[in-house]
């Protein structure tokens, strides 16, 4: 991880709900430490004191040999408003890359995976797929949206071709990923690893489908944070360990587990 | 400029110091600062035994600040000494241990504990912690058990003791005296404030425990106010905490007649906000011809 100035290249509405913003690479370019699936980095959005805490962002796409890291967000507050309002130029002030990635679970790289995403999920979900992709693999993502307005226009889609649902069967399938999961049948997920990323009723679900059928599954889990490489326990996942139950910290140990690890609630 | 700063039979040497609580045990900012630009690292509370800490969420963001229950998640002392001290000991600043507990004994334990352990510089004493059932604020809120408690420790060792005091109580100068009284060599002055944030949508308190403690900016005030008191009433130095981002926020505490500093949530906004302090007090302290920490309390009188 590094601390670092760097410029805002894009920063555009992908549907009426989410955003992508990418900057320029200014932290550790060494092949060991850029932006893998999975991780994230913090953002200082104001020089001010409200709002105050850095933000953490899932990585949506790292680009090597260009050196521009990207990131899908929502605007949901204060702070995304303000981030939502960058441009071209702008500085931005960044400490990554952050967390465990997929890339640090056991069995990696999986082969054949299913990404299943909701919501802002689908940034990390989109890297994953293509980092599969490039290592030779086969993914197939699904993408979860509450309705059409929200279902991102990038130009990845066109490459990734992913499953897209809608709650309210406005576009695509209607229902939630783990609709499209549960018709799946025995020939079509047999192999497949299962990575998730987005709401917790849906990491738990894509947990408890792959549990069923003896499949691995890796969740990316969603947490407030305060200082994001560690120190303040602010982050805690309730995870299974030997003699009953312990905290690991989303920002550390996480965000992505092996799903079995976590102790859903 | 001797920016160097007396505590006990420790010498700091530079009054910058980062807050137990938001550096971890050190190794967690490796990576993104300079540990020679601090002057003492205060570690996460040490209790006897591990403690998982309190239920989520533990952080709720307010205007400019935050409100946390932490609960004292931290590793026991056993695994404190054999996992995170080594790594604590290469650091090139002071090491202070943040001891906690739920009795006068517990405290004494792990004190007697870490005796054994010789590149810890001395103890920041936790009777001030908002988010644990037993011990904690309840300590720091009777002069009489301050008292008991320090001298307790007092005969344990010679190293510094600093009391870290809470600003939930009436007259906080009063907890100061009873800290010297039982033989501290500094008090922290403040730990965090008790809060509340409710969810409205689900008509009930946002942290698990109800309440959180209080730090940030927006508790800076509440802090230099109490540094001005507790350093008017008691002889030994004054460490300032609360709400400290800058060189200028420095400086206020200084002014008010703290010693030394802290610096604790504004970590988590900017990792190298201690050496942005560290030098703006330098350049203030050179631009004001000083020569020692000192010469900044001769301005505002008591």
Known sequence: MKHFSTTTLSNAAVSDSFFELTFAWNGDDSAANVPRPGQFCTLRVSPFSAPLLRRPFAFSAFD???????????????????????????????????????????????????????????????????????AGGIAQVVLGCRTKSHVPKIALLDTLRPVIT??????????????????????????????????????????????????????????????????????????AATGGQAYARACTEGPVFESKRILWT | MDLSVAIGSTTLSNPVGVASGTFGYGSEYEDLIDFSAIGALYTKAVTLAPRPGNDMPRIVETPSGILNSIGLANVGVERFLSEKMPYCARLPCAIIVNVAGASIDEYGMVVDRLEGSDAISGYEI????????????????????????????????????IVKL???????????????????????????????????????????LRTGGLSGPAIRPIGVAA???????????????????????ALEYLLAG????????????????????????????????????????QFIPR
């Open chain 1, 64 to 134: 090597a040999g260009r050196g521009i890291a990207s990131i899908i967000y929502k605007r949901r507050g204060p702070a995304t408003g303000l981030l939502s309002a960058k441009t071209k130029g702008d500085p931005l002030d960044v400490i990554g890359p952050l967390g465990t990635g997929f890339h640090q679970m056991p069995r990696y790289p999986f082969g054949k995976v299913l990404c299943i995403a909701g919501g802002t999920g689908f940034g990390p979900m989109l890297f994953c797929a293509t980092e599969t992709i490039a």
């Open chain 1, 166 to 239: 809608t709650d309210d069967a406005t576009f695509g399938l209607g229902g939630t990923p783990l609709d499209y999961l549960a018709k799946l049948t025995e020939d079509e997920y047999t192999g497949v690893t299962v990575l998730a990323c987005g709401p917790t009723p849906l990491c738990r679900g894509c947990h408890d489908w792959s549990q069923a059928r003896g499949l691995a599954c890796f969740v990316s889990l969603e947490q407030v944070m305060a200082c994001g490489v560690g120190a303040c326990m602010g982050c805690a996942i309730k995870v």
């Open chain 2, 126 to 161: 936790n009777i001030s912690c908002p988010n644990v059932k037993h011990g904690g604020m309840a300590f720091g809120t009777d002069p009489a058990t301050v008292t008991d408690l320090t001298a307790n420790l007092r005969k344990r060792t010679k190293r510094p003791l």
């Open chain 2, 166 to 208: 809470t600003p939930n109580v009436t007259d906080i100068a009063l907890i100061a005296r009873a800290a010297q009284d039982g033989g501290a060599d500094a008090v922290s002055c403040i730990n965090t404030l008790v809060g509340m944030v409710i969810d409205v949508s689900a008509k009930r308190p946002v942290l698990p």
């Open chain 2, 227 to 249: 540094t001005f008191a507790v350093s008017r009433a008691v002889a030994i130095p004054v460490i300032g905490v609360g709400g400290i981002a800058s060189g200028n926020d």
């Open chain 2, 258 to 297: 703290a010693s030394a500093i802290q610096i604790g949530t504004a970590n988590f906004v900017d990792p190298s906000t201690a050496a942005q302090v560290l030098a703006g007090i330098r350049a203030f302290a050179e631009r004001e011809k000083m020569t020692c920490i000192k010469d900044f309390h």
